[in-house]
């Protein structure tokens, strides 16, 4: 079945880096915009960032702007988000997911996303 599978979480001090890939299945990658997704304990499920088809339309949440960086490859069938600055309230399970959206990036609810990942825990912490 259709798998998009998160990975690059971890412990890390506030002010430095990670890098999540998601790597997608089973399904034509290239036809689906993608996007991350992040869930705090106690919080809500809340948009991060986004990427159109080609990858050519970016948006961000402001908290995260001029920190996190959105790519894809759709050769590689795959979504990358660099995370640098970070902070402790950046602490969460980070998802992606996939909406078959045509159109420019921006903050599509996360009912309208057809596939999700499983997860992968990010922790600012020194």
């Known amino acids: 079945q259709v798998q998009l599978v998160e990975s690059g979480g971890g412990l890390v001090q506030p002010g430095g880096s990670l890098r999540l890939s998601c790597t997608a299945s089973r399904f034509i990658f290239s036809n689906y915009y993608m996007a991350w997704f992040r869930q705090a304990p106690g919080k809500e499920r809340e948009f991060v960032t986004a990427?159109?088809?080609?990858?050519?339309?970016?948006y961000y949440t402001d908290s995260v702007k001029g920190r996190f960086t959105i790519s894809r490859d759709n050769a590689k069938n795959t979504v990358v988000l660099q995370m640098n600055s970070l902070k402790p309230e950046d602490t969460a399970v980070y998802y992606c997911?996939?909406?078959?959206?045509?159109?420019?990036?921006?903050?599509?609810?996360?009912?309208?996303?057809?596939?999700w990942g499983q997860g992968t825990q990010v922790t600012v912490s020194s």
């Open positions: 997911a996939a909406n078959g959206y045509n159109g420019r990036a921006y903050s599509l609810p996360p009912q309208s996303y057809v596939y």
């Open positions: 990427i159109a088809k080609s990858g050519s339309s970016t």
